[in-house]
């Protein structure tokens, strides 16, 4: 007799001997003759809420039925020994995101077994719950903005970045097992297909001929890619996220400087000193990089030391001049003159600390002397001028423009830091202040953060257009100067972690400031 107090259904039953078996209806059927080895069986019957096993010795040897059928309906010949029943708790599933109405029933078991008495025979037992994770989150890509470089000429495979999304669904199922794919290049050119993407990894690599990514003749030095992650493996049914990934084509110095002519003339006047003629050079690298600043040297044609030639670091030009004795060597800036006869110097020009000619508050410059001899012999020496500071350099704010979402919780929009090329105490700590607002336009506000910086966010959430703020800073010179500028905020649609920027409004501006103008119209006429 078998009950596992929940209806015995799907109830299974397995002998220890292959020569017997239990019907549905719980009798012990005999298949063959029984032998006189056979001396115990264990019957083990299981459901879906219980399982159970029973011990059968067999007493009678000789006494045998013929039909050897319903032997335990024979209590004189067995006797039955049950072991303990055992409580079965099997675990219960439940999907999650169940919805209303509540509660619902999520399984039946037993949990506990008492005699007539009351008394706990077995039990209580744990039941385990368990949550079956849906895919309800979609990837999400926390670490940006994603910006990588790769040095152009770069070989084909060079790893440029790396890009990880995150998806809060369970780790252990395809809900969370993420691949990437890059869904669109701009610009795509000369290839649309520079770059790729591991779809497992998140590694971005380039897949170009070095030859194809040549800065210069790119249409342009950097590359936006649409990155996606889609979680279910990639499935067609699984949910997407987006991040958008920067990549910069940094430039190496693989193009010479080439003279734009053959020759160059010149004429100058006995007794004249300074520059004659301006060497130029094209040089196809990038102008903001040392690769493009050109260094000229006089290798020949030059033994008494007469000219000497420098580089305009505006133009990359090289300036060929004439010098005479007791003379300038070097005077980078050209803020330098000397007496031929009695080696005097002075200033020409007014000398600036922070000029890119001053290293560490030094000037340095070198002093060329050539004697009546023949051939003439010359000696130089190193005048170094260390010049103090003077607040004569206003400060300035970085950066100078924001994007924010327009339903965005976090009114944080910009950190803003000053610098200033003077030294302390004429630099830093800085004072950041708003400009003038109206009284209708007061939605934003700055917190100083430390000497060096400061937090600009808004009062309320603004919608979606361009907004040019109005911001001063003023460092700790005496007397301290300031510098105005405008911060540009971009407030942006969101949605679906799509940003959206393209359909803004054309800029609001405070209205202190078109006042200013209209009054100073009227003041005009």
Same mark, same amino acid.
């Given at each position: 007799?078998?009950?596992?107090?929940?209806g015995?259904?799907?109830?299974?039953?397995?002998?220890?001997?292959?020569?017997?078996?239990?019907?549905?209806?719980?009798?012990?059927?005999?298949?063959?003759?029984?032998?006189?080895?056979?001396?115990?069986?264990?019957i083990?019957?299981?459901?879906?809420?219980s399982?159970?096993?029973?011990?059968?010795?067999?007493?009678?040897?000789?006494?045998?039925?013929?039909?050897?059928?319903?032997?335990?309906k024979?209590?004189?010949h067995?006797?039955?020994?049950?072991?303990?029943?055992?409580?079965?708790?099997?675990?219960?599933?439940?999907?999650?995101n169940?919805?209303?109405?509540f509660?619902?029933?999520?399984?039946?078991?037993?949990?506990?077994?008492?005699?007539?008495?009351?008394?706990?025979?077995?039990?209580?037992?744990?039941?385990?719950?368990i949550i079956?994770?849906?895919n309800?989150?979609?990837?999400?890509?926390?670490?940006?903005?994603?910006v990588?470089?790769?040095?152009?000429?770069?070989?084909?495979?060079?790893?440029?970045?790396?890009?990880?999304?995150?998806?809060?669904?369970?780790?252990?199922?395809?809900?969370?097992?993420?691949?990437?794919?890059?869904l669109k290049?701009?610009?795509?050119?000369?290839?649309?297909?520079?770059?790729?993407?591991?779809?497992?990894?998140?590694?971005?690599?380039?897949?170009?001929?070095?030859?194809?990514l040549?800065?210069?003749?790119?249409?342009?030095?950097?590359?936006?890619?649409i990155?996606?992650?889609?979680?279910?493996?990639?499935?067609?049914?699984?949910?997407? +996220? *987006?991040? !958008?990934?920067? @990549?910069?084509?940094? /430039?190496? =110095? &693989?193009?010479?400087?080439?003279f734009?002519k053959?020759?160059?003339?010149?004429?100058?006047?006995?007794?004249v000193?300074?520059?004659?003629?301006?060497?130029t050079v094209?040089?196809?690298?990038?102008?903001?990089?040392?690769?493009?600043?050109?260094?000229?040297?006089?290798?020949?044609?030059?033994?008494?030391?007469?000219?000497?030639?420098?580089?305009?670091?505006?133009t990359?030009?090289?300036?060929?001049?004439v010098?005479?004795?007791?003379?300038m060597?070097?005077?980078?800036?050209?803020?330098l003159?000397?007496n031929?006869v009695?080696?005097?110097?002075?200033?020409?020009?007014?000398?600036?600390?922070?000029s890119?000619?001053?290293?560490?508050?030094?000037?340095?410059?070198?002093?060329?002397?050539?004697?009546?001899?023949?051939p003439?012999?010359? +000696? *130089?020496? !190193?005048?170094? @001028?260390?010049?103090? /500071?003077? =607040? &004569?350099?206003?400060p300035?704010?970085?950066?100078?423009?924001?994007?924010?979402?327009?339903d965005?919780?976090?009114?944080?929009?910009?950190?803003?830091?000053?610098?200033?090329?003077?030294?302390?105490?004429?630099?830093?700590?800085?004072?950041?202040?708003l400009?003038?607002?109206?009284?209708?336009?007061?939605?934003?506000?700055?917190?100083?953060?430390?000497?060096?910086?400061?937090?600009?966010s808004?009062?309320?959430?603004?919608?979606?257009?361009?907004?040019?703020?109005?911001?001063?800073?003023?460092?700790?010179g005496?007397?301290?100067?300031s510098y105005?500028?405008?911060?540009t905020?971009?407030?942006?649609?969101?949605?679906?972690?799509?940003?959206?920027c393209?359909?803004?409004?054309?800029?609001?501006?405070?209205?202190?400031?078109?006042?200013m103008? *209209?009054?100073?119209s009227?003041?005009c006429?």
């Amino acid at each position: 007799q078998f009950d596992d107090c929940q209806g015995n259904e799907e109830v299974q039953y397995e002998v220890s001997n292959p020569d017997f078996k239990v019907e549905p209806d719980g009798s012990l059927i005999a298949l063959r003759n029984v032998t006189e080895n056979i001396r115990v069986l264990f019957i083990n019957a299981r459901s879906l809420h219980s399982d159970d096993m029973a011990e059968v010795k067999i007493l009678g040897k000789r006494d045998r039925h013929n039909s050897i059928k319903n032997m335990l309906k024979a209590p004189r010949h067995l006797a039955l020994l049950r072991h303990r029943r055992s409580i079965v708790a099997p675990p219960i599933s439940i999907p999650e995101n169940q919805r209303t109405p509540f509660p619902k029933i999520v399984g039946k078991l037993r949990v506990e077994t008492t005699d007539e008495n009351g008394k706990t025979i077995e039990g209580p037992v744990d039941l385990e719950v368990i949550i079956i994770d849906q895919n309800d989150n979609r990837p999400i890509f926390k670490e940006g903005p994603y910006v990588g470089h790769v040095l152009e000429g770069s070989p084909t495979g060079t790893i440029v970045m790396n890009m990880l999304a995150f998806d809060a669904d369970d780790p252990t199922t395809d809900n969370a097992v993420l691949r990437y794919n890059i869904l669109k290049q701009t610009p795509d050119k000369p290839s649309p297909n520079m770059f790729y993407i591991d779809p497992e990894k998140g590694d971005i690599v380039t897949v170009v001929s070095p030859a194809l990514l040549d800065r210069e003749t790119l249409i342009a030095p950097q590359y936006e890619l649409i990155v996606e992650a889609k979680d279910m493996a990639g499935l067609d049914v699984g949910l997407i +996220g *987006t991040a !958008t990934a920067t @990549i910069v084509i940094d /430039d190496k =110095n &693989d193009h010479p400087p080439e003279f734009t002519k053959k020759e160059f003339q010149a004429t100058v006047k006995e007794g004249v000193t300074g520059v004659m003629v301006n060497l130029t050079v094209n040089d196809k690298d990038d102008p903001s990089t040392g690769a493009w600043k050109a260094v000229y040297t006089i290798i020949n044609g030059n033994p008494g030391q007469s000219f000497e030639i420098h580089t305009n670091p505006n133009t990359n030009e090289g300036m060929l001049s004439v010098v005479k004795q007791f003379s300038m060597l070097k005077d980078d800036a050209g803020w330098l003159s000397i007496n031929p006869v009695n080696g005097t110097v002075n200033t020409t020009a007014p000398l600036d600390r922070e000029s890119s000619f001053v290293h560490n508050s030094t000037y340095t410059s070198l002093i060329l002397a050539i004697d009546n001899g023949t051939p003439p012999a010359t +000696g *130089t020496g !190193t005048l170094q @001028i260390t010049l103090g /500071d003077v =607040n &004569d350099n206003a400060p300035y704010i970085y950066p100078t423009s924001a994007k924010m979402c327009e339903d965005s919780k976090d009114l944080n929009v910009i950190t803003l830091g000053a610098w200033d090329k003077d030294l302390h105490p004429n630099s830093d700590p800085f004072k950041f202040e708003l400009g003038k607002q109206s009284t209708s336009d007061k939605s934003w506000k700055i917190t100083q953060l430390n000497n060096t910086h400061a937090q600009v966010s808004l009062l309320h959430n603004l919608k979606k257009a361009n907004y040019n703020l109005p911001l001063v800073v003023t460092d700790s010179g005496k007397p301290p100067l300031s510098y105005s500028t405008d911060v540009t905020i971009q407030v942006c649609s969101c949605k679906k972690g799509k940003v959206d920027c393209s359909s803004a409004d054309a800029p609001h501006v405070s209205m202190a400031v078109v006042l200013m103008f *209209t009054l100073y119209s009227l003041f005009c006429l």
